[in-house]
């Protein structure tokens, strides 16, 4: 594996922001996240779970429901009032609507899919009929007194349940007015608090309606005579959300203690039809407030507060007992948040409305493996960039030889040059952006800082050269003719000849700099890229999956490696395969062309191509045999995956040079220091 | 009475009251449960037990009723025996003989020969649930041979097997294992719970199991305390569970309401938790229970529960959780120390009790008065926590005062002592602390003694300690400006060469104090305190010290742990003999020379009793007990027996307890329990068991009625009527159940003879007498005709109510043998 210095990094002061919606889609298995900067996020999770596109956030457009609608569109609908479309080809936005409203606090779409329902600060629902490419206000239902926080459609699309402050509505879709007007007991543990929230409404095809409260309670009423049928008092704090399976045989509901509770529908005896909701398994996964689940059917999605995605397979769903069948929790975004200058030791760090550049400390002490050595010269936050304006930074990155700083919002995009005197920094805009550089999903470098590489969400991809404090348009590769998929990964050779851009599905292409044009394809793969690099000399570009696959191809023989086809024989490590976050850094050693360095968030990865392969007999994750072991020994324990887990949560790992790795890392207990307190709850024992 | 006594050994009150689940019985207000070898009835209402049901040698398992027909009982013995019998009138119908222990018996409405038994094959920890046909026989003695298996891998406690759903189901568990036989579908879905080795403290061992009346949901108590429901489980993949967890510590024993909608559940908290709609937040408690729950049960009406408890107690709870009666027998959670005393006051019998307290416990009774808080301080139930115990405690001047020793030893050198005295406050009638003394000897306190002589106006304490000194306390005038008080002072501290002083006792008179140092006795004045004499045998160290009594005064007694019993002389100061005796306990009669003494060999536990004057003991009986016995008392009888016989003449006066090891108090006896009954509580019976039904109302106006017409009579005529109660006839007519009694039309001419006045009732009186001795002495060597006890019952209130018997003898007779016709009849229905 060979030995380094490490800059272990731990001031990146990131904490992701909490989960706000969360909104399962059956037909496609993908999972939309938005969170409460605004952020939504999708997830595929045939794909491993992989956070496969992103819509940035921005700061007015807080997000308080999110729908799937039929034929794979997103909706979205915030405090802001508007009710938002998003392309999940061009990752951009695809209109707002304004409900006129006031903020919009629910939306549900109709079972049909045709019409979608939002519910108004000032007491309105109001239906939209859903249009090919638009949404078109249809009618008002009656005026409620109070905001609406929930809406359930019934199954056949006839009746509508409303949650509001107090008392649950039953609306009659067709005439638009209330049916049944349910009210809630605001009685708290026997203490009367003086409202009684309705979080979370769930309309069963059988009638009945579910709703969850600000008191803790999990009820059931019959929604033809409006009657309360059975209480739950679930917890001492607020039931805040619910989702209920496809089949309606089980729901799962979200408190602010950060307990999920399971329900299911269970036939009283095994021999009469007649069946009971019972609440069945509590699951504390998170510390904080679940603000959204999800029921997909196979396991139940929870979301909150503590920024945590936690998916939790349902067992008795679960075939086979596969990796599938294991708890995930999703903290850490599935893209790079952080660039890094090698030559002056920089790190840029994005967050969502700045940039921190920092410059790595160092120092002149050497010792034995595994010391610990004292900085003779401490990291300094050299620059705090803020952005102008509400939206969230969508990527950054800096320029290997540390003079140049780029990052992209959804709306601009912006050049910086860095100037080092000394000690003193001056940074200049590089003013006169050209139009089409508005917007950028991913901004590249390449290795000599002569050229920037932007992958636009039109698909395009444009190539700049940087002069001293200008720039030059040089070319724009168009994408191909028929597809609109936007490139979210780029690679650049380190010789400056190769670009190597993928999107979130179709095949990586490879592009020739010199010649300005597409060299080849690589053939896309059923899972969707995670990473990308291009080796020194040879120009094999290395290629991540989010199903744990790892290819080589060679650029110029247009070929995968022979490497890369004996791996694919043989096959990987399963635990390798079992590993659950994708990798998303790929880089290589200037001296040792047989290494590959990669990691994910919990493991650095030295792939030795030299070595054999290790199979599924052999221990993967082997501890580096003991030195006073004979050659012969080492040789034969010896295999191809050199696996570090020293550093965790892993955000950022790369060579700075031939015996120096930086590795940023994001200690989970530092997040949840950040975070607004927990609710206190007492413990036994303490 | 007559000449030919046995004296029988009986359980009094020790028995464990806690061994088994308490059965309610739902048409009266009774309930059920097993009281060593009896089955004791109480009533609810009144908490007074109503009846014994005997008949037992041995360990009953457990009881059930006859699932049809709730006058009739089946008992269980852990020897191979069922026994369905009427309870009402003690008549057993039939045997079942099985070739296998039982452990625990289940029996089941629907199954309605079925009776499912726990039994364990070769191996001594492997059990079997096995289903056994009751075969339909008319004669009393039948062999069950028909078993057929249900589920192995169970626990031998009838707390972790539970039929649901009108036995649709059967649930066992044991270990990390919850087990399901469906007897419709005749399979086994078993599930488990991931052992303690695979997690970090995780203790998820099954501890009991119940199941819900009405729906299919099974509840297992676990080791951690948590409590699952588990539905589904008919299909063995989507089977869920829901956890309710608010015991700490191993969940004892788990309850379904009858309806099902609450749970109730107990454990070493002391609390009853009752979980509503089986949901974690609305539950409700009732705490303070005093120790640990071992059984909760549920009476079948839904209106009471019953929890039976680690220190030998039932509670009779409401339905709205609260606590409407104790049941407390001889508390036996803690190990005796004080050694068994009698209060002079209340004669009821003080030993240990709970922990820290001294309990009064009424031996003519059988029930517990009360408890005495000694130690007054918070007791915190926890392993492992080292706790203050009361170690000493003797009652002097005619239980005016107590003295009580309590001690706590954190290590080998940290002693604390505490001696306190307590004055009986004629006020309040009960125990005021007095004086109480930190460090009364600086080492372990191995003997208290009052002097108890009459002509000691002082009262006089003599401490033993194993630091070598004996300490003489007397009570002195502690008045001052204030108030006008008395407390102990230490008067006198005698030594001996530094021997450690193991016994104390006065002489009858008070003039003299023996007080051993090891294998010496020395012989105090207690006018002076002056060493008098000592005697030394080299015998080992003195175990027991004691004076005689009355005109064997002059002698001393002293038993070595080398198993040499010694009597000495006091006026000569000699040894009058001496005899080879491995005693155990030695007990003086304080109101005879008698002194009992029991030897312990590896057999068991032999009695003597002897008179010190001379060195052959007056009653020897071997093997009393099995186990050890550790302490043993002579208590004054109420009524003088009146034993002619030489060997049992030292029961006449008093009765001899004595506690064996396993804390089971134990007596010599005539009698039987049943008779020593309360008159009061015999009449409660007889009323309470009449059902309000419209016969009773009949019978009732009609009694009434006739009870004018007797008044009338008696008036007018001047003629003695007898009561309809006091006929046994009609009394028998109706304490018999109607199933068992012959048609209508033959009884009702018998009936209607017994209302009759006869004629001849004087000359009859005396030969009539003689018979029923007669045939009582028939009933007595018997021994498992049982059921004539209770007319010999009648017969003996008859006899002391002096009635005039209406009934020829020959009519009685006749009746009599229409309750031993072949009930076989019963079984076809």
Known sequence: MGEFKVHRVRFFNYVPSGIRCVAYNNQSNRLAVSRTDGTVEIYNLSANYFQEKFFPGHESRATEALCWAKGQRLFSAGLNGEIIEYDLQALNIKYAVDAFGGPIWSMAISPHGSQLLVGCEDGSLKLFQITLDKIQFERNFDRQKSRILSLSWHPSGTHVAAGSIDYISVFDVKSGSAVHKMLVDRQYMSVSKRKCIIWGVAFLSDGTVISVDSAGKVQFWDSATGTLVKNHLIANADVQSIAVSDQEDSFVVGTAEGTVFHFQLVSVTSNSSEKQWVRTKPFQHHTHDVRAVAHSPTALISGGTDTHLVIRPLMEKVEVKNYDAALRKITFPHRRLISCSKKRQLLLFQFAHHLELWRLGSTVATGKNGDTLPLSKDADHLLHLKTKGPENIICSCISPCGSWIAYSTTSRFFLYRLNYEHDNISLQRVSKMPAFLRSALQILFSEDSTKLFVASNQGSLHVIRLLEGSFKHLHTFQPQSGTVESMCLLAVSPDGNWLAASGTSAGVHVYNIKHLKLHCTVPSYNFPVTALAIAPNTNNLVIAHSDQQVFEYSIPDKQYTEWSRTIQKQGFHYLWLQRDTPITHISFHPKRPMHILLHDAYMFCIIDKSLPLPNDKTLLYNPLPPTNESDVIRRRTAHAFKISKIYKPLLFMDLLDERTLVAVERPLDDIIAQLPPPIKKKKFGT | ?829
Request: glycine share 4%; hydrophobic share 35%; net charge negative.
């Open chain 2, 1 to 829: 009475m007559v000449e030919e006594e046995s004296v029988l050994f009986f359980f009094c009150g020790g028995s464990e009251l806690n061994f088994r689940r308490a059965v309610f019985f739902f048409f009266f207000n009774f309930f059920f449960f097993v009281s060593g070898d009896f089955v004791k009835v109480h009533s609810t209402a009144t908490e007074e037990c109503v009846h014994i049901l005997q008949g037992h040698r041995n360990l009953v398992t457990v009881f059930f009723f006859y699932p049809n027909n709730h006058l009739q009982l089946y008992s269980f013995f852990f020897f191979c025996t069922i026994k369905l019998w009427d309870y009402i009138d003690g008549i057993i119908f039939h045997f079942f003989f099985l070739g296998h222990k039982l452990h625990a018996v289940f029996t089941l409405a629907c199954f309605f020969f079925f009776v499912f038994v726990i039994i364990n094959k070769e191996k001594p920890d492997v059990f079997q649930l096995v289903s056994v046909k009751l075969p339909k026989s008319s004669s009393q003695e039948i062999e069950a041979k028909e078993l057929s298996f249900v589920l192995d891998y169970i626990n031998q406690s009838p707390k972790c097997i539970a039929f649901g759903n009108e036995g649709e189901y059967v649930a066992a568990v044991r270990d990390f294992y919850l087990s399901v036989y469906f007897f419709k579908k005749k399979t086994t879905s078993r599930f488990a719970l991931s052992s303690s080795k695979n997690k970090k403290h995780a203790k998820n061992n099954f501890t009991c199991v119940a199941c819900h009346p009405k729906e299919d949901c099974i509840a297992t108590g676990h080791k951690d305390g948590k409590i699952r429901l588990w539905r589904n489980f008919d299909d063995g993949k989507k089977y869920t569970y829901t956890c309710l967890h608010w015991h700490h510590d191993m969940v004892m024993d788990l309850a379904f309401s009858v309806t099902g909608t609450s749970l109730l559940s107990g454990g070493r908290e002391s609390v009853l938790v009752e979980w509503r709609d089986a949901t974690e937040k609305n539950k409700e408690f009732l705490p303070r229970l005093g120790a640990t729950i071992e059984h909760i049960s549920v009476s079948p009406a839904g209106d009471l529960f019953c929890t039976s408890h680690s220190d030998n107690k039932i509670i009779i709870i409401h339905r709205n959780l609260e606590a409407s009666a104790v049941i407390q027998g001889l508390v036996k959670d803690s190990s005796i120390s004080t050694g068994l005393m009698i209060d002079p006051r209340t004669k009821a019998l003080v030993l240990n009790g709970k922990p820290g307290h001294l309990q009064f416990y009424s031996l003519q009774h059988d029930k517990q008065l009360y408890n005495l808080d000694i130690i007054q301080q918070e007791y915190i139930n926890d392993y492992g926590l080292i706790q203050i115990e009361l170690t000493k405690a003797a009652f002097g001047c005619y239980g005016n005062w107590l003295a009580t020793v309590e001690k706590r030893q954190e290590k080998e050198t940290e002693l604390d002592l505490q001696m306190k005295l307590w004055m009986y406050n004629k006020k309040t009638q009960g125990f005021v602390l007095n004086t109480k003394i930190n460090m009364p000897h600086e080492d372990h306190i191995t003997a208290v003694c009052f002097c108890n002589a009459e002509k000691f106006e002082n009262p006089t304490l003599v401490t033993a300690s194993k630091d070598g000194h004996f300490k003489v306390w007397i009570l002195t005038d502690d008045s001052d400006i204030y108030k006008k008080a008395v407390g102990w002072t230490c008067d006198f501290v005698g030594s001996y060469h530094k021997y450690q002083a193991t016994n104390c006792c006065f002489s009858e008179d008070g003039s003299l104090l023996a007080v051993s140092f090891e294998e010496i006795v020395t012989i105090w004045d207690s006018e002076t305190w002056e060493l008098k004499c000592t005697f030394c045998q080299r015998a080992g160290n003195i175990r027991h010290l004691c004076f005689g009594r009355l005109t064997c005064s002059k002698y001393l007694l002293g038993a070595t742990e080398n198993g040499i019993l010694c009597c000495w002389n006091l006026l000569s100061c000699a040894l009058e003999w001496s005899a080879k005796l491995n005693i155990r306990v030695m007990e003086p009669d304080p109101h005879s020379e008698n002194i009992a003494a029991i030897s312990q060999s590896s057999v068991g536990s032999d009695l003597f009793v002897f008179k010190p004057r001379e060195p052959r003991p007056l009653y020897i009986q071997k093997n009393i007990s099995r186990e050890e016995v550790q302490w043993g008392v002579f208590v004054l009888r109420d009524v003088p027996e009146s034993f002619t016989s030489e060997a049992y003449q030292w029961l006449n006066r008093s009765q001899f307890y004595f506690l064996t090891k396993s804390q089971s108090l134990l007596t010599f006896s005539t009698k039987s329990p049943e008779e020593k009954l309360t008159p009061t509580s015999k009449q409660l019976l007889a009323e309470e068991s009449l059902p309000t039904t419209p016969f009773y109302f009949i019978l009732g106006k009609h009694r009434e009625q006739q009870d004018e017409k007797i008044n009338e009579a008696l008036e007018s005529e001047r003629v003695q009527l007898p009561l309809t109660e006091n006929i046994p006839a009609i009394s028998e007519l109706l304490h018999t159940p109607a199933h068992v009694l012959p048609s209508a039309s033959f009884l009702c001419s018998k009936f209607v003879n017994s209302l009759l006045l006869s004629k001849e009732t004087k000359s009859e009186e005396i030969p009539e007498d003689v018979d029923m001795e007669e045939e009582k002495e028939s009933d007595d060597s018997d021994e498992e005709n049982d059921f004539t006890e209770k007319t010999q019952d009648t017969n003996d209130t008859d006899l002391g109510e002096d009635i005039i018997h209406q009934l020829s003898k020959s009519e009685e007779k006749e009746l009599r043998k229409f309750r031993k016709v072949d009930y076989s009849w019963l079984t076809v229905l």
